[in-house]
């Protein structure tokens, strides 16, 4: 009777989100998500946090974005490589921020990223799984293609690994063209701390609770923190070494779920699908339901609109207006 009451009492308040924005290339959907969730305060009491890249004019946002009183740009802003640790800082950064506000979640999310369930069907998942952290994961022994990440030197964050993939600065092309054909000559690095390396994807909502911890973490292992500066895609590694390696393992939401799979010698190497984790829909296909080729992850258009409408999923990604 006193949980019923206690949860009767706790849904009558607004469930405090703080949105954490890693925003670079779409003003336009980052605006309309936040006004879809800035609808119902008496539901959900949203805060939103951005970041934007400082190779972005921050005028092309503002005009787009406005600040206002649940709206707050940082002032601190970096250049932020894909794949180096300059994504984990911008993190960082955006989580220091948000949790000197407090809420009851800090959610992770792009500028690309939009919800696909009203505010009242966000709140009633979150608040049926009180406490739960939403964030995806792996241990790297049951995906070995991702012992590389940590066992050679990345200096991603010197040299940006985008061109390399993108075709487009030749000194960066030329250097990781080269650097991924020598570097398995390379002695491999041992792992220097007494923790178990854990994989993921980047996009995350955890409790006050656990930023909070993290926060302290980074603040009293600064070894652990120069490690990482110089792995493959930190930002999908970081934050999830820290969280599975603390109490707060056993609150992931569907942690119950990982051992089964992954004692099926089948699955060695496989993922378990990240939103049963995360709650974010994501299309990795490749391919449309028209047969239409598409990137990784896929940009969803309206052929993908009757299955978001039937995911139990309560975000997307990705999404763009200029098509």
């Known amino acids: 009777v006193c949980d019923y009451i206690r949860l009767n009492m706790k849904m009558a308040e607004p469930l405090r989100i703080n949105y954490l924005i890693m925003a670079y290339d779409n003003p336009e959907v980052l605006n ?8 119902e305060p008496h539901i959900i009491a949203a805060r939103f946090y951005i970041h934007l890249d400082k190779k972005v ?23 932020v490589n894909w794949m180096g640790f300059s994504m984990v800082e911008e993190i960082l950064e955006l989580l220091a921020e948000s949790a ?16 696909i369930k009203s505010n009242q069907a966000i709140r009633e998942t979150i608040s049926g799984n009180a406490d739960d952290e939403y964030i995806s994961f792996w241990n790297f022994t049951d995906i070995p293609a991702w012992s590389h990440k940590i066992e050679h030197y990345y200096p991603t964050n010197l040299v940006s690994i985008r061109e390399y993939y993108r075709n487009t600065r030749k000194f960066n092309r030329f250097f990781w063209k080269h650097y991924f054909r020598l570097v398995n000559k390379f002695p491999k690095r041992k792992y220097p701390f007494d923790l178990i390396p854990y994989g993921g994807a980047t996009w995350w909502m955890l409790t006050q609770g656990c930023v909070q911890y993290i ?31 603390s109490d707060f393992r056993t609150k992931v939401h569907n942690y119950h779920l990982y051992e089964p799979f992954y ?45 978001l409408c039937n995911s139990e999923c309560i975000f997307a990604r990705k999404f763009n207006m200029k098509d």
């Open 57 to 79: 004019n921050i005028r092309s946002y503002q005009d787009v974005v406005p600040e206002r009183e649940n709206v707050v740009y940082l002032a601190k802003r970096k250049k």
């Open 215 to 245: 926060l302290n973490f980074v603040h009293s292992n600064p070894r652990f923190v120069k490690f990482y500066r110089t792995t493959h895609s930190p930002e999908e590694m970081f934050f999830q070494t820290i969280v599975l390696n």
């Open 32 to 39: 309309r998500a936040i006004d879809q969730l800035s609808r």
């Open 100 to 115: 000197k506000c407090g809420a009851d979640y800090h959610f992770l999310m792009s500028d690309s990223d939009y919800p």
């Open 263 to 307: 004692s099926k010698p089948e699955n060695n190497g496989k993922h378990i699908d990240t939103a049963k984790y995360t709650l974010g829909y994501t299309d990795w296909s490749g391919v449309s339901l028209r047969g239409v080729k598409r990137g990784l992850p896929a940009f969803l258009d309206d052929s993908d609109f009757a299955r």
